[in-house]
């Protein structure tokens, strides 16, 4: 075992102590966010629709994204065609994911008040939750399917040069 000069330890054990001691508090500061359970940057990443990493299992398997594939347009030498579909999907999947991001947002923020107020109770809970699992969903989905699609607008050619 490494063994440390007399002189060190006096700082050593203190970071030791002052990680276990953020290990046992992981929520430490959330306690003053609006909605405890999101971020400010969450909150805002579901009210501007964005994909959050929802998308993985599309994106990292061949299936391009409509936003990556606007940023991504003279690279892949879209035709016009294909400038059009990519357009339609991106703003359909926007308008779903804005307005399901921004239902989640307000499902958090009714989940997180009766807690604030002492008054959680089971059923209501129960009730959110499950509302809020289906927003989620309808979120996570539109974002996969928006993937779907652009694969289908692409040729194999451009989805080999998208990856």
Same mark, same amino acid.
């Given at each position: 075992?490494k063994?440390?000069?007399?002189s060190?330890?006096?700082?050593? +054990?203190?970071? @030791?102590f002052?990680?276990?001691?953020? +290990?046992?508090?992981?929520y430490?500061g959330?306690q003053?966010?609006?909605?405890?359970?999101? /971020?400010?940057?969450?909150? /805002?990443?579901?009210?501007?629709g964005?994909?959050?990493?929802?998308?993985?299992?599309?994106?990292?398997?061949?299936?391009?994204?409509?936003?990556?594939?606007?940023?991504?347009?003279?690279r892949?030498?879209?035709?016009?065609?294909?400038?059009?579909? #990519?357009q339609s999907?991106f703003d359909?999947i /926007?308008a779903? +994911?804005?307005? /399901? @991001?921004?239902?989640?947002?307000? #499902?958090?923020?009714k989940?997180? *008040?009766?807690?604030?107020?002492?008054?959680? *109770?089971?059923?209501?809970i129960?009730e959110?939750v499950?509302?809020l699992?289906?927003?989620?969903a309808?979120?996570?989905? +539109?974002?996969l399917n928006?993937?779907l699609?652009m694969?289908?607008?692409l040729?194999?050619?451009?989805?080999?040069?998208?990856?």
């Amino acid at each position: 075992m490494k063994q440390f000069p007399s002189s060190c330890i006096g700082i050593v +054990a203190p970071l @030791g102590f002052a990680s276990a001691f953020a +290990a046992d508090m992981p929520y430490a500061g959330q306690q003053t966010r609006t909605i405890k359970a999101l /971020s400010e940057q969450e909150v /805002s990443d579901y009210v501007e629709g964005r994909g959050m990493g929802s998308s993985k299992a599309a994106q990292l398997n061949h299936y391009p994204g409509p936003a990556h594939v606007i940023a991504d347009s003279s690279r892949l030498k879209l035709t016009g065609q294909q400038k059009i579909e #990519k357009q339609s999907v991106f703003d359909a999947i /926007s308008a779903v +994911a804005k307005r /399901s @991001g921004a239902a989640i947002v307000a #499902k958090e923020a009714k989940l997180d *008040a009766p807690y604030a107020s002492g008054r959680a *109770a089971p059923g209501a809970i129960k009730e959110l939750v499950t509302e809020l699992s289906l927003l989620r969903a309808e979120f996570h989905y +539109a974002h996969l399917n928006a993937h779907l699609a652009m694969r289908t607008i692409l040729t194999p050619e451009q989805i080999a040069r998208y990856d």
